[in-house]
C-alpha cells in the first residue's frame, strides 16, 4: 500500500462552478487510487465519495457501480440519479438534446441515509486507467485491490457496515466484487483490511443472458409489444442464432441481440420504437445525462479539483463499444467476459447468510423482472426447497403500494411499480425506502398476501395428465397458472362439472404447455444454471 492522506482528495471549489454543491451539508473526496494486484500493475482507479455530516443510517456506506460493462457511475449514478446534485428531472417526450446549464440539489439524495462511494469500475471506465480487466474475475480482483488502499486512507471508514450497489451490467459486477471481498475476508490473509460486508443489491442487473435474454422476448409480448407471430419469430431466431458454437464465446446482453441475433432491435421496431429502458415512453431523455456529464467532467477546473491525474483524458460517459459484445471480430471492451451467469455467486453468498436485495423496475424491457425471476426461481441454494412458496406481499411507501417484494432468509426480491431501467431516477421515494430497507435488514413485505396454489387433487390429476401425454417435454407453465383456489374449485363442482370434465381441461392444459415447452426451454427458464461449485463456460 502506499501513503496518501484523505486531505489529499478533499473536493473544494466545485460551488464555483456549479453553485447546488454548496449546499451540500458534508464532505466531499475524489482521485484516483492505484489498484495493482499480481500481474496486474499500473492501474488506477477513480473515485468520489459522498460523506455527509449526519446521515440516517449510521455507521453505513455503499459503493455504487453502473453497468455497460464500461459506463462510469459518475454519469448515471452521480449525474442523474441519487448523489446530492444531479441533472434536473426532465419529463418523458421529444425534445432538443443538449447540456443542462445548470445542475440542481436532489431532494431524495441517499447521502441523507448513508455514506456514498461512487467507483469507476472496471478499469478502462471513465478516468479510470490501465490494462483491461478481460473477465469478473480480475476485475473483481482491481477492484478489491482499490478498497484495500482506499480504506487504508480512510481509516475512520473500516468500521462501517460495507453494502456493493449497482444496476444493470453491475448486475455481473456486484456478486463477483461481493464474492471477491467475501472470500478475501475468510482468507483474512496478514496485512489485509477486513471488509465489513453487510449485503449488496442489484437493480435491473444482468445476471445470466441465456435465461434473460430470450425473457426479453416474453416480457415484449406480456406487455402488448409485439404479437404472438412475432414472438414465436423471435423465439426461433434466437435457438438458430445461439446454436452456433462461435456465438457462444461470448455473452448474450441486451444491446448484443440487435447486432447479431437481432431480437432488441426486432422487439423495437415491431413495437414501434419504443423507449426499452422504460417501455411506457418514447423517451430519448435518458441521453440527456450523457450530454450534461460529458460537459461537466471534460471541464478542466472540474478535473483539476476532482483531482485527475490524466487530466488530458477525455471523459465518456460510457466507454466506447459498451454493450456490444457478440460481434467477435471487433474485440471490444471486456468482450469476453466469463463467467457467463454469477447466479451461482448470488447462491454463495446467500449459502454464507450474506443479505442480497434483487429489485427490477416493472417497466424496464432490457433486463425486465420475467428473466430476473427465471433465474432466482432456477438457482440452487440452501433455500431452494422453500423458494417458490416463500412470503409475498407489497411493500408500501408513504401507506402506498410502491411494489411487491417475495423474501426467503438472506434473498429479497422486489419488483417496483412505474418505474424503468434507473429506479431511483423514476421513482426517488420508493428508491429511497429500498436503500433503507437494506442497510436495516427490515423486510419489504408490509401486506403479506396469501400463497395461492392447486389443491392435491387437482394437484394429483396434473401429473397424471403429465405422465399420459408421454413426452419429455419440461414446461416453464407453473401448476399455479392452471390451478384453481380451494373455493373456487367447490364452486366449479357446485355448478355440476365432472371429475371427467376437469381431467379433460387438464388434459387440454397439459397439451397446451408441452406446446409452449417447446418454445421456452425447461423449468428454470431457458437453459439450466450452473451450481455455485460448477464453473462456468
Known amino acids: 500500500m502506499m501513503n496518501f492522506t484523505k486531505e489529499e482528495f478533499f473536493v473544494q471549489g466545485l460551488e464555483n462552478i456549479q453553485a447546488a454543491y454548496a449546499e451540500f451539508d458534508g464532505h466531499m473526496y475524489a482521485g484516483m487510487l492505484p489498484a495493482d494486484n499480481g500481474d496486474r500493475i499500473n492501474l ?13 443510517i449510521p455507521n453505513s456506506m455503499i459503493l455504487w457501480l453502473n453497468g455497460g460493462p464500461g459506463c462510469s457511475s459518475f454519469n448515471c449514478g452521480v449525474m442523474m440519479e441519487h448523489s446530492p446534485v444531479t441533472q434536473p428531472l426532465h419529463a418523458a417526450g421529444y425534445c432538443c438534446l443538449q447540456p443542462d446549464p445548470e445542475l440542481h440539489v436532489n431532494p431524495h439524495a441517499w447521502t441523507k441515509g448513508t455514506t456514498v462511494l461512487y467507483v469507476e469500475h472496471p478499469i478502462g471506465t471513465g478516468f479510470s486507467h490501465g490494462t ?6 480480475e476485475a473483481s480482483a482491481d477492484l478489491d485491490a482499490f478498497l484495500q488502499n482506499f480504506l487504508a486512507v480512510f481509516d475512520h471508514l473500516q468500521e462501517y457496515d460495507f ?7 453491475a448486475g455481473m459486477f456486484v456478486p463477483s466484487v461481493a464474492r471477491e471481498i467475501h472470500l478475501n475476508n475468510k482468507k483474512n490473509k496478514a496485512g489485509r483490511i477486513p471488509i465489513k460486508l453487510g449485503g449488496a443489491a442489484l437493480g435491473n442487473g444482468w445476471i445470466d443472458g441465456m435465461i434473460q435474454g430470450p425473457a426479453t422476448i416474453d416480457y415484449s409480448w406480456w406487455h402488448g409489444l409485439i ?13 438458430v442464432c445461439m446454436s ?18 437481432g431480437i432488441m432491435w426486432g422487439i423495437l421496431q415491431a413495437a414501434g420504437n419504443p423507449n426499452a429502458y422504460d417501455i411506457t415512453t418514447w423517451d430519448p431523455n435518458v441521453d440527456q445525462v450523457t ?4 460537459a461537466f467532467f471534460n471541464t478542466p477546473q472540474v478535473k483539476e479539483l476532482l483531482h485527475v491525474l490524466n487530466p488530458e483524458h477525455i471523459w465518456h460517459g460510457c466507454q466506447a463499444g459498451s454493450g456490444r459484445r457478440r460481434q467477435l471480430a471487433r474485440q471490444l471492451y471486456m468482450d469476453n467476459d466469463r463467467p457467463l451467469s ?22 424496464d424491457m432490457t433486463t425486465n423482472m420475467v428473466g430476473t425471476e427465471l433465474c432466482l426461481n432456477g438457482m440452487k441454494w440452501k433455500g431452494t426447497d422453500n423458494w417458490m412458496d416463500a412470503p409475498r406481499g407489497l411493500w408500501k411507501v408513504n401507506d402506498y403500494p410502491a411494489g411487491w417484494a417475495k423474501e426467503y432468509k438472506s434473498l429479497q426480491y422486489v419488483v417496483v411499480y412505474n418505474s424503468g431501467h434507473m429506479v431511483p431516477y423514476n421513482v426517488p421515494e420508493s428508491a429511497y425506502d429500498l436503500l433503507k430497507r437494506l442497510l436495516t435488514k427490515k423486510s419489504f413485505i408490509d401486506d403479506e398476501a396469501p400463497v395461492i396454489r392447486a389443491p392435491k387433487s387437482v394437484s394429483d390429476h396434473m401429473s397424471m395428465s403429465k405422465h399420459m401425454t408421454a413426452t419429455t417435454t419440461t414446461t416453464t407453465m407453473s401448476l399455479s397458472a392452471t390451478a384453481l383456489p380451494k373455493e373456487m374449485a367447490n364452486n366449479v363442482a357446485g355448478e355440476g362439472f365432472t371429475m371427467m370434465s376437469l381431467l379433460v381441461a387438464v388434459a387440454i392444459g397439459m397439451m397446451l404447455g408441452a406446446l409452449w415447452g417447446k418454445r421456452r426451454g425447461n423449468q428454470v427458464g431457458y437453459h439450466s444454471i450452473p451450481n455455485a461449485n460448477q464453473e462456468s463456460l
Open 132 to 137: 483491461y480487466p478481460s473477465n469478473e474475475t
Open 291 to 294: 450530454f450534461t456529464s460529458e
Open 227 to 239: 404479437d404472438q407471430p412475432t414472438r414465436d419469430a423471435l423465439h426461433d431466431i434466437f435457438q
Open 44 to 56: 488506477q482507479t477513480m473515485f468520489w465519495l459522498f460523506e455527509p455530516t449526519t446521515q440516517e
Open 342 to 363: 454469477v447466479v451461482p455467486y448470488i447462491a454463495e453468498l446467500l449459502d454464507a447468510d450474506i443479505p442480497i436485495v434483487v429489485y427490477n423496475g416493472d417497466r
Open 244 to 261: 452456433a458454437p462461435e456465438k457462444l464465446s461470448a455473452p448474450f446482453h441486451p444491446y448484443t441481440v440487435q447486432d447479431d441475433c
Open 163 to 169: 453494502f456493493v450497489m449497482g444496476e444493470s451490467y
